[in-house]
Nanobody, 115 residues
Framework: QVQLVESGGGLVQPGGSLRLSCAASGFVFSSYVMSWYRQAPGKEREWVALVTIGGDTTYVESVKGRFTISRDNARSTVYLQMNSLKPEDTAIYYC?????????WGQGTQVTVSS
């Protein structure tokens, strides 16, 4: 079955960096668009970034120029490099795939940006 396992979250000071990873299994990773979402306390889950099968990327406006999504098909892993982090980036970050008409989610990884 589809499994998505995120890692790499933590506590970081404003202006710092983190790299999130999401290891995928249960489907042909290279054939699917992969996305990152996040959910801040008291807010709805929002889409953050996606990477297409061909490696093209798209971002929500609030993270453009600071976050970079990438994929390693050999490792069935998608990454989110986050630089110049701000307190408003604090959230649980989820990777996601739409497979067989259903959206799958990982368990999430907590990112906290605070001094």
């Amino acid at each position: 079955q589809v499994q998505l396992v995120e890692s790499g979250g933590g506590l970081v000071q404003p202006g710092g960096s983190l790299r999130l990873s999401c290891a995928a299994s249960g489907f042909v990773f290279s054939s699917y668009v992969m996305s990152w979402y996040r959910q801040a306390p008291g807010k709805e889950r929002e889409w953050v970034a996606l990477v297409t099968i061909g490696g093209d990327t798209t971002y929500v406006e609030s993270v453009k120029g600071r976050f970079t999504i990438s994929r390693d098909n050999a490792r069935s892993t998608v990454y989110l490099q986050m630089n110049s982090l701000k307190p408003e980036d604090t959230a649980i970050y989820y990777c996601s795939v739409n497979f067989g008409g259903r959206r799958y989610w990982g368990q999430g990884t907590q990112v906290t940006v605070s001094s």
